[in-house]
């Protein structure tokens, strides 16, 4: 049976390694200052600012967000502030955000054939839905039931893909997980999940051992029997 649900990762499976990384990165790098500064009074961003100062006690916190950025660490107060920053670059127009060409068209047909989507990223759920809601093609928020970050856990850890499928209600063996890379895919196999790991030229990703691969969304259609469009 094809999967009842389809779990995915965004960087370098639905959407390019470089727009991440020399787009988007960059963008929240130029804007931080003049962001911290116009946002010193919000209580959200004094939250995040706070969390800083418990992972370095005492350093400034524009030293600390650029050394968290350097090391794309996946920590909440970075994901939050660059999420926000993303925000404002989104709302002025300034960004755009870009997927593979074959994503949008194929996770509308599956969803249209009754297949249910949910997104898994290391980036905060706030910035997932700004990449859905300003795409080439409009708001395509719609496509997706749920999104999910690490305030799940980790996304090599086995629990956390456990605890996905329960808040999703679905049960784990009807969800394929697909992301580039290996460790997750193990860690979302060990959970109960079918996996495919998608194997794009543009980002150089390596076909990791013991899990099915693919090129595209559309590999993935035929290998596991899901819908195409029309």
Do not use: N
């Not at 990762?9 to 020399?22: K, L, M, N, S, W």
């Not at 996770?107 to 990223?121: D, E």
């Amino acid at each position: 049976m094809p999967p009842r649900l389809v779990l995915l990762d965004i960087e370098g499976t639905i959407a390019p390694i470089r727009f991440v990384h020399d787009v988007l990165f960059p963008f929240a790098r130029t804007r931080l200052s003049g962001f911290l500064a116009r946002h010193a009074d919000d209580p959200e961003v004094a939250a995040s600012l706070a969390d800083l100062g418990r992972i370095a006690p005492g350093a400034p916190p524009l030293e600390t967000l650029h050394a968290l950025m350097d090391r794309d660490a996946k920590v909440a107060p970075l994901k939050f502030i660059q999420g926000r920053i993303w925000a404002e670059g989104f709302a002025e127009g300034a960004l755009q955000s870009q997927f593979y060409p074959e994503v949008l068209p194929m996770l509308a047909a599956w969803q249209r054939a009754g297949t249910r989507l949910a997104i898994y990223s290391s980036g905060s759920r706030q910035a997932q839905r700004l990449l859905f809601a300003h795409s080439a093609e409009g708001d395509r928020t719609g496509l997706i039931a749920a999104f999910f970050d690490t305030a799940v856990g980790g996304k090599r850890e086995i629990a956390s893909y456990a605890r996905i499928a329960a808040q999703l209600a679905q049960p784990v063996v009807e969800i394929l997980f697909l992301s580039d890379v290996a460790a997750e895919l193990e860690a979302a196999a060990d959970a109960g999940m079918m996996t495919c790991q998608l194997v794009r030229a543009e980002d150089g990703t390596i076909p990791a051992a013991g899990h099915p691969h693919d090129e595209d969304l559309t590999g993935v259609a035929h290998r596991y029997g899901l819908s195409e469009p029309q």
